[in-house]
């Protein structure tokens, strides 16, 4: 299992950025996929979980922290996971990483995670 995040930078209050996860090394379609972001200072164990989506992308949920704002999306012809950032808040900043949870072998899988920085 191979997962890149891409997509993470600098942004004004107010602004928006696209994050993308590149997926390989699974059958990508036949997974739920997930979001999760690590705020500054937290640990590995506090990383929150923002938004899920089912294998075929037929449903969502987020956490009540983003929804309105933030939308998952996939492309199960490219393996590609996505998360569209909207109205971004100082309380966003964070490293945002792609997550599988393999319900066959029980395992979480991480990418490396990229930055988001929030701030005027």
């Known amino acids: 299992v191979h997962l890149v995040e891409s997509g993470g930078g600098s942004v004004q209050p107010g602004g928006s950025l696209r994050l993308s996860c590149a997926a390989s090394g699974f059958t990508f379609s036949y997974f739920n996929m997930r979001w999760f972001r690590q705020r500054p200072g937290s640990r590995d164990n506090e990383r929150e979980l923002i938004a899920d989506i089912a294998n075929s992308g037929a449903w969502t949920n987020y956490a009540d922290s983003v929804k309105g704002r933030f939308t998952i999306s996939r492309d199960n012809d490219k393996n590609m996971l996505y998360l569209q950032m909207n109205g971004l808040k100082f309380e966003d900043t964070a490293v945002y990483f792609c997550?599988?949870?393999?319900?066959?072998?029980?395992?979480?899988?991480w990418g490396q995670g990229t930055q988001v920085t929030v701030s005027s």
């Open positions: 997550n599988l949870f393999n319900n066959i072998d029980m395992k979480d899988y």
